[in-house]
């Protein structure tokens, strides 16, 4: 079945530690991948996504996630993290219909990340 | 107005009755999404609206769960005789084209006794 798959379901770090969250999806075709971010007691927000060109894309706040085609992943990284990232993380992918276009988001089950400073 | 509006942020309802949940969009989004987020899941896709017309409504559950959005803007999720499963946080999002992102509201959370 498509999906899309987070593998770490809680991430605890200490401030200043480099961060790597994964994401594979198994969507055969084109897709537009995003990432986004759930700060305690706040609504869903973008943090990233990647429609084509390269595939290093830069986010807010320092957040960078690379695309591997050959992997179907698309992991979100931090070189350091901080206190405020303590947020849960969803990856999402936007598979290109058939006939052209996309449709809908599908989203991973999400990664709770925890910063203790 | 300058987010997604849900309305109301908390709904509890006996097991059985019916619920209607209100999405506001952006202005000018022509683009509608439904999600639905259990507890230690990711958003669920429900619905999407292309203007007044269901583009898609394959993530609806059952035939207990139906959404109208009749002028191409505010949209309302219903929900008959429901069921104790049926409780989690319904979200809604909108998008100009649906291919740059969503913006999504702060969600309705629906708890039924």
């Known amino acids: 079945a498509q999906s899309v798959s987070q593998h770490n379901h809680h991430v605890i770090l200490s401030e200043a530690a480099s961060l790597e969250l994964g994401c594979n999806y198994s969507?055969?075709?084109?897709?537009?991948l995003f990432w986004y971010v759930q700060y305690p007691g706040q609504h869903l927000q973008l943090l990233l996504k990647?429609?084509?060109?390269?595939?290093l894309v830069k986010g807010i706040k320092g957040f960078e996630a690379e695309f591997i085609k050959s992997k179907f992943s698309f992991n979100l990284r931090k070189p350091s993290v901080q206190w405020s990232d303590t947020a849960e993380y969803f990856c999402a992918v936007n598979p290109a219909l058939s006939f052209g276009g996309y449709n809908k988001l599908i989203f991973g089950a999400g990664t709770r990340l925890a910063v203790h400073p | 107005g300058a987010g997604v509006s849900q309305t109301p942020s908390n709904k509890v309802t006996e097991k059985g009755k019916y619920v209607e949940l209100r999405c506001d969009p952006i202005?000018?989004?022509?683009?509608l999404y439904w999600y639905r987020q259990s507890l230690g899941q990711g958003p669920e896709f429900l619905i999407y609206?292309?203007?007044?017309?269901?583009?898609?409504d394959s993530g609806l559950p059952n035939d207990r769960f139906f959404a109208v959005r009749p002028e191409g803007s505010v949209s309302t999720l219903k929900i008959q005789r429901t069921e104790r499963g049926d409780s989690a946080v319904y979200l809604c999002?909108?998008?100009?084209?649906?291919?740059?992102?969503?913006?999504f509201g702060s969600g309705t959370r629906l708890t039924v006794v």
């Open positions: 609206f292309q203007g007044t017309g269901a583009a898609d």
């Open positions: 999002a909108s998008s100009l084209t649906g291919v740059d992102g969503y913006t």
């Open positions: 969507y055969g075709g084109t897709v537009n």
């Open positions: 202005s000018g989004h022509t683009a």
């Open positions: 990647y429609f084509s060109g390269d595939p």
